[in-house]
């Protein structure tokens, strides 16, 4: 067997394949940073992400989205001359109202019962053989980013969604020719 093509030879991204992707993910703060990361990957390659990762856990506090919540100009300004992260005024602007939304969604009902109630609590177990069927998006994550546009998300188009999706196990996209598409398959309980 071998891991998914996408992974590559670069370490950080083997590392990545093989701990974290896919991994089924519940914990509400965990979630908003992963959608957080995902949106500021948006033009960009995810291992670009990848290697700024601890930056931006750093620059943003953690991915505390009540501290985020409450940030405002001098915030965006510091962030904007961090070299260690992506500075893009729309994405880091997005983060902090993304925190506010998050707030509200979680107040509500939870961020992850939110997202998982759309799974019914279990990632869906897809059976890709080859990389070319795996799709960029589909009708449900179509469905989660208007929904997360209404309650006031940006930056989380179908595509970055269903990134989100595979990242945070709520689908499991490793093909079955990987040994990481059993492991993971057996993670999946229900919230």
């Known amino acids: 067997m071998e891991r998914c093509g996408w992974a590559g030879s670069e370490q950080i991204y083997v590392d990545y394949h093989d701990t974290d992707w896919g991994v089924p993910e519940y914990d509400s703060r965990a979630l908003w940073e992963k959608l957080v990361l995902d949106g500021f990957q948006a033009g960009l390659s995810w291992i670009t992400i990848l290697k700024k990762r601890d930056n931006f856990r750093s620059a943003f506090s953690g991915f505390d989205p009540d501290v985020i919540a409450t940030w405002s100009e001098p915030e965006v300004r510091r962030l904007?001359?961090?070299?260690?992260?992506?500075?893009?005024?729309?994405?880091?602007?997005?983060?902090?109202?993304?925190?506010?939304?998050?707030?509200?969604?979680?107040r509500d009902k939870g961020f992850d019962r939110f997202l998982w109630d759309y799974v019914g609590g279990k990632p869906i177990q897809n059976r890709w053989r080859d990389m070319s069927e795996v799709p960029a998006f589909t009708p449900l994550?179509?469905?989660?980013?208007?929904?997360?546009?209404?309650?006031?998300?940006?930056?989380?188009?179908?595509?970055?969604?269903?990134?989100?999706?595979?990242?945070?196990?709520m689908v499991n996209d490793h093909l079955v020719t990987c040994p990481r598409h059993a492991e993971v398959a057996k993670l999946g309980v229900s919230t």
């Not at 546009?149 to 179908?158: N, S």
């Open 141 to 169: 994550s179509q469905q989660i980013s208007r929904d997360l546009k209404k309650a006031g998300f940006r930056f989380c188009g179908p595509t970055i969604v269903y990134a989100f999706m595979q990242a945070v196990g």
């Open 80 to 106: 904007l001359q961090d070299p260690g992260i992506v500075r893009h005024r729309g994405k880091i602007e997005a983060t902090i109202g993304n925190a506010q939304a998050w707030q509200r969604l979680e």
